[in-house]
C-alpha cells in the first residue's frame, strides 16, 4: 500500500444540501502526518447484495471465505486513519442470512438502524473528506429498492437512468492513494 501525505483541514461542508459533520473531536487527528489509504472496493455476495471494504486483508478474505466477487466498480480511496475534517462511513449489514450492505456516514442513520433489528454494525469503513479538492471526488450512496450501492457522483447519471435513486452524499473520496 503506497502511503500519501494529507494536510488536513478542520471544516463540516454542505454538499447537496445536506450537512456533512466532521470526524468527532475524540478522533485521533492526522495533520500533516503519513496517513494510510485503502481502494475501496465493491464485491457482489452470492445473495445478490453489495459489500464493500477498503481493507485489502478483508477483501482477500471477502472472496476466499465468502465467495464474494470484486465487481471492478472504480470507487476512489478512503483513508485509514481519522483526520480531521474526516467523516467516518460506517458498513451496516442486513440482519438474516441476505448479505445485504449499507454505508452512511451519519451516526443517528446508523443508530437508528441498529436499533431496528433490521442492521447489523460492522464498523467504520475508512474516512472520506468533508472537502472537495482537485484531488478528490464525491461519492454517493444510491439505491434500486433492493441494494444500496456506492458510486462516484460522475457515475450517477448512468445508474439514474438504469433505476437507481439517489440517497445522498458520502463525503469525498480520493483518486489515487
Given at each position: 500500500m503506497r502511503r500519501t501525505t494529507v494536510v488536513a483541514v478542520a471544516a463540516t461542508a454542505m454538499i447537496g444540501g445536506a450537512?456533512?459533520?466532521?470526524?468527532?473531536?475524540?478522533?485521533?487527528?492526522?495533520?500533516?502526518a503519513k496517513a494510510s489509504f485503502g481502494r475501496l472496493t465493491e464485491?457482489?455476495?452470492?445473495?445478490?447484495?453489495?459489500?464493500?471494504?477498503?481493507?485489502?486483508?478483508?477483501?482477500?478474505?471477502?472472496?476466499?471465505k465468502y465467495k464474494f466477487r470484486p465487481t471492478g466498480a472504480k470507487l476512489g480511496y478512503?483513508?485509514?486513519?481519522?483526520?480531521?475534517?474526516?467523516?467516518p462511513l460506517y458498513r451496516l449489514r442486513t440482519a438474516g442470512k441476505?448479505?445485504?450492505?449499507?454505508?452512511?456516514?451519519?451516526?443517528?442513520?446508523?443508530?437508528?438502524?441498529?436499533?431496528?433489528?433490521r442492521f447489523r454494525y460492522e464498523g467504520v469503513l475508512g474516512y472520506a473528506s468533508s472537502k472537495p479538492a482537485a484531488?478528490?471526488?464525491?461519492?454517493?450512496?444510491?439505491?434500486?429498492?433492493?441494494?444500496?450501492?456506492?458510486a462516484l457522483k460522475s457515475q450517477y447519471p448512468w445508474?439514474?437512468?438504469?433505476?437507481?435513486?439517489?440517497?445522498?452524499?458520502?463525503?469525498y473520496v480520493w483518486y489515487r492513494a
Amino acid at each position: 500500500m503506497r502511503r500519501t501525505t494529507v494536510v488536513a483541514v478542520a471544516a463540516t461542508a454542505m454538499i447537496g444540501g445536506a450537512g456533512l459533520a466532521a470526524a468527532p473531536a475524540n478522533a485521533s487527528e492526522v495533520t500533516s502526518a503519513k496517513a494510510s489509504f485503502g481502494r475501496l472496493t465493491e464485491f457482489s455476495t452470492p445473495t445478490g447484495g453489495l459489500f464493500y471494504t477498503a481493507s485489502a486483508a478483508e477483501a482477500k478474505l471477502a472472496v476466499s471465505k465468502y465467495k464474494f466477487r470484486p465487481t471492478g466498480a472504480k470507487l476512489g480511496y478512503l483513508s485509514a486513519k481519522p483526520f480531521r475534517g474526516g467523516l467516518p462511513l460506517y458498513r451496516l449489514r442486513t440482519a438474516g442470512k441476505s448479505a445485504n450492505y449499507l454505508v452512511t456516514m451519519s451516526t443517528k442513520e446508523r443508530n437508528k438502524l441498529v436499533a431496528s433489528h433490521r442492521f447489523r454494525y460492522e464498523g467504520v469503513l475508512g474516512y472520506a473528506s468533508s472537502k472537495p479538492a482537485a484531488t478528490r471526488t464525491l461519492l454517493l450512496r444510491v439505491n434500486n429498492g433492493k441494494v444500496w450501492k456506492l458510486a462516484l457522483k460522475s457515475q450517477y447519471p448512468w445508474l439514474k437512468k438504469h433505476g437507481y435513486h439517489l440517497d445522498g452524499p458520502l463525503g469525498y473520496v480520493w483518486y489515487r492513494a
